[in-house]
């Protein structure tokens, strides 16, 4: 009877695992993925059990304190997930756990406390005042939880006490995690309900300041143009009118209210249109041909007897274009494994910005899907986690997040968007969600398949190389042909005397659309755009002499980053600095090539696009989607519904828009500038790039009206701006790969990257150099030739928050391995040396 417990500590600076022994009244009820007390040093902390041992790795052990929850809060197979990806992240075991429990666990777990029945425990002590107080208190209010002792015992440490009269036997306690109030999320909304006329008879009535009055009439007449329920949050937006100019209205039967639960409503719009009825709720539909030749082979991996036999355990790659029906076979997938009895993960890389996908699951699993998304409430968030531990929920749909619902059985998990940058989490605990499914997959004997129009280089070598079986849907459904893509040279466009932000070419398509009152999207990309400097003449990047990587404008001190250029004087500020080595030179006066003045960074705002485009088409009805539109709450959503339901006619917006939104009546993306953040001095600038062209190309010509592209460029011959025109993956893929051979970049080596940020920036360079020295002092030991050293060197974003930024990156067949075993010290860098440690960081910048 193993009597000891293996423990992660959830002390964030701690790396490794503890051992503790289980008090008697202890044993036989704790086991693996229990949430436990324990003393750590002059702390009561908790943790989770890994497993019970039979013998401890050190000689004196404490006691197991307390029990919080009678059932595990983590798997055995997640367990395994933590340990592993805690190795391969090079992350202290503890945050790698903590990932896995919803936040605020630890503290909703509470006690009940009650008088034990052994009255000769009570009778024969003398007691303490506390003790005294809190015996009476149990005595008169009957049993408590914790948190309503806490109310009667303000500043006294009563817990204390109370574990001493548990110990003695005079109460006895019981560990509970109460359940959570759940309450479903609604948004308000609001509509008309008398014929137009009747509500204009109301116009003069509608209230007694001049200033209710044009709030409460300009509702109105928003409303009487509005046949649809109109999300409230949109009413005000109109109006300037509030929820209690609403609430009158209301009660004067002019409109009605309405509360509809969230999921419903931003989609109710798009749920009548023909071609998205097809595919929802509809177990009828029949596959194609190349969808069923890809499912014949998943469903072939879900028949694996066992977990040792033939059949090899590794993830899918589903590349397919957008709309070639992906999200179909993922549903299948997901009827077989529970037809298997197990449940399925289907990630995501926002929900808010992939409702549709989100509603078919729920179209086709009704009452059997949970959703995880940032804006839960934590109760809500809790529930869910609780439902899926009880085996109640079959699905679960949402971010990188969502890998961790802790599900009994998992058979299958998908990863739609795989190549998409926010699998990534880059803040610590720094992990690969798509990296990390693919271990989850086969650590539960699961079928895993990663779904793409655009892999990365990565993803898709793997299947070259035989680590993945890749699987194509080369053709979109609804519309077979891609939309064209019409590249426009802006330099031709300068030198014909149009300094505008649109070409010729642009202007005549918007102009063209909106005639035919249809829909179009502006894209912009936003990603470096201040500090990439090129020639608006010839396209001329300026690069550094020594190492070719394109020059950025310096970061003045007093300013912090990302910068914005446009509000620096420019006198003395235009410095170009070469991030890798550290090259600098002033910003010329001149293009060293054509000699244009006309040489200068980048910088343009999605407000500057959306003036642009009133100025030209007064009627147009725009609508921003970007940071600044996004900040409120369901923001993505009310946009989306709004643009879907046809209450706009051109949507602006930046990267969100790159993100498997499906919009059948655009027939028109503007690619605003398709080259910026193509010359960034990143070795995966050109992938970020080609995607996100590629994706919001992709944004057109879905439904039966068809669509087209124009694209605008300084650099048309670059080879990402060609592929992306030509919807050309395998051009892409082909150069890329090639480029990446070269520079021996990955998936020809592997990156580590560890980044220190401090307020001084001699701290911040002396600590990395000192860093930098120990590693060449262990490659030099281990003879590791192969691994190469790059940097010290500041960050491309050389300062952040007012802290600045070193990094050391290391290349090689496997750099993690020098920080790994040397007890712990890798994990211990992030731990509590204040290191940023990223295993395979997806960007160097
Ligand atoms: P992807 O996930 O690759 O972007 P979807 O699965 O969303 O593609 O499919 C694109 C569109 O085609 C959707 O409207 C979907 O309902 C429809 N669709 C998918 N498979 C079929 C099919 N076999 N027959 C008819 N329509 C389909
Ligand atoms: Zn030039
Ligand atoms: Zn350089």
Redesign the pocket.
């Known amino acids: 009877m193993p009597s000891f417990a293996r423990i992660a500590v959830n002390v964030p600076s701690l790396t490794g695992e503890f051992d503790y022994h289980l008090p008697t009244e202890l044993e036989g009820k704790i086991g693996a993925g229990h949430l436990v007390t324990v003393p750590f040093g002059k702390q009561t902390v908790q943790g989770v059990v890994l497993e019970l041992i039979r013998q401890p790795s050190v000689v004196e052990t404490k006691p197991v304190l307390d029990l919080l929850d009678p059932l595990p809060v983590v798997t055995a197979a997640q367990i395994t997930l933590a340990r592993w990806m805690s190795d391969y992240f090079l992350a202290p075991l503890a945050t790698m756990i903590n990932l896995m429990l919803p936040s605020g666990l630890g503290q909703r777990a509470d006690a009940f406390y009650s008088i034990s029945g052994r009255q000769s425990a009570i009778n024969n002590q003398q007691f303490t005042a506390t003790q005294s107080r809190l015996l009476n208190l149990l005595q008169e209010k009957g049993s408590l939880r914790g948190r309503q002792i806490d109310r009667h015992f303000k500043n006294v440490d009563w817990r204390k006490t109370a574990q001493y009269l548990v110990r003695t036997g005079a109460l006895t306690s019981q560990s509970i995690l109460p359940p959570p109030s759940v309450r479903p999320k609604f948004v308000r909304t609001a509509q008309l309900s008398v014929p137009p006329e009747v509500a204009e008879a109301e116009m003069s009535e509608l209230g007694k300041t001049a200033d209710t009055l044009s709030r409460r009439q300009a509702a109105l007449r928003f409303l009487m143009r509005e046949p649809a329920d109109v999300n409230v949050s949109w009413v005000y937006a109109e109006s300037g009118c509030n929820l209690t100019d609403l609430q009158e209205l209301a009660e004067r039967e002019l409109i009605v209210l309405r509360e509809t639960e969230i999921w419903r409503d931003p989609l109710e719009k798009i749920s009548n249109m023909e ?2 009825n ?2 929802w709720g509809n177990q009828e ?4 041909s190349m ?1 069923e030749a890809a499912l014949d082979q998943i469903l072939c991996a879900f028949q694996t007897p066992s977990p040792d036999s033939q059949i090899p355990n590794y993830p899918f790659l589903l590349h ?1 274009v ?7 076979i993922y549903i299948r997938a997901a009827q077989e494994c529970i037809r298997h009895g197990k449940e399925a993960i289907i990630l995501v890389p926002e929900i808010a910005l992939t409702p549709q996908t989100v509603r078919r699951f729920l179209a086709r699993f009704p009452g059997q899907v949970g959703l995880v998304h940032s804006r839960l409430s934590e109760g809500e968030r809790y529930d869910t986690w609780r439902r899926a531990r009880l085996g109640q929920l079959k699905v679960i749909i949402g971010p990188r997040s969502a890998l961790f619902a802790p599900l009994p059985n998992i058979g299958f998990i998908a990863v739609d968007e795989c190549h998409d940058g926010s699998y990534y989490q880059s803040e610590p605990p720094f992990y690969n969600a798509v990296t990390a499914a693919q271990e989850y997959a086969r650590i539960c004997g699961g079928v895993c398949i990663l779904g793409s129009a655009t892999p990365s280089i990565v993803q898709r070598y793997q299947a070259e190389v035989g680590e993945s079986l890749r699987l194509d849907l080369p053709k979109r ?2 519309n077979p042909e891609m939309p064209p893509v019409q590249v426009v040279d802006m330099r031709e466009e300068l030198k014909s005397g149009n300094r505008g932000i649109f070409s010729q070419a642009l202007v005549d398509a918007l102009d063209e659309v909106l005639k035919k009152g249809q829909q179009a999207i502006l894209f912009l990309n936003r990603r470096g755009t201040a500090t990439y400097v090129f020639c608006r003449e010839c396209g001329y990047t300026l690069r550094c002499p020594k190492c070719d990587t394109p020059l950025t404008y310096h970061v003045a001190p007093s300013s912090s980053v990302p910068v914005k250029p446009e509000h620096v004087a420019q006198e003395h500020r235009d410095m170009l600095l070469c991030h890798r080595c550290g090259y600098t030179r002033q910003m010329p006066k001149k293009c060293p090539v054509c000699g244009s003045d006309q040489i200068r960074q980048y910088g343009l705002g999605s407000e500057k696009v959306e003036a642009e485009v009133e100025a030209l088409f007064p009627p147009a009805r725009t609508l921003r989607w970007d940071r600044e539109t996004t900040r409120q709450k369901d923001a993505h959503e009310i946009i989306l519904s709004h643009f879907t339901a046809h209450r706009a006619d051109v949507l602006i917006g930046t990267q969100m828009l790159a993100k498997g939104l ?1 919009l059948p009546l655009v027939t028109l993306v503007g690619i605003v500038l398709a080259d910026v953040g193509l010359n960034l001095p990143d070795p995966f600038a050109a992938e970020r790039t080609f995607d996100v062209l590629t994706q919001v190309s992709g944004r057109a010509g879905r439904s039966s009206l068809g669509g087209r592209v124009v694209l605008q460029t300084f650099q048309p011959e670059h080879y990402v701006i060609q592929a992306a025109a030509g919807h050309d993956y395998a051009a892409f893929y082909a150069r890329e790969l090639d480029y990446r051979r070269q520079l021996g970049y990955p998936p020809f080596s592997r990156l580590l990257r560890m980044e220190y940020r401090h307020v001084q920036a001699t701290k911040a360079e002396s600590e990395t150099q000192g860093l930098a020295a120990k590693l060449a002092k262990w490659i030099e030991s281990e003879d590791r030739r192969e691994t190469t050293l790059i940097g010290p060197a500041p960050c491309f974003f050389s300062r952040l928050n007012g802290l600045y930024r070193w990094q050391i990156i290391l290349r090689g067949p496997n750099p993690a391995s020098l920080l790994r075993g040397k007890n712990f010290e890798g994990a211990a860098l992030s731990a509590s040396k204040g290191w940023r440690v990223e295993v395979d960081p997806v960007s160097l910048l």
């Not at 957008?322 to 179909?328: D, I, L």
């Open positions: 071609s998205y097809k595919g539909l029949v596959l194609t969808q397919g957008t709309g070639s029906g992906k999200t179909e459904i609804v499906d």
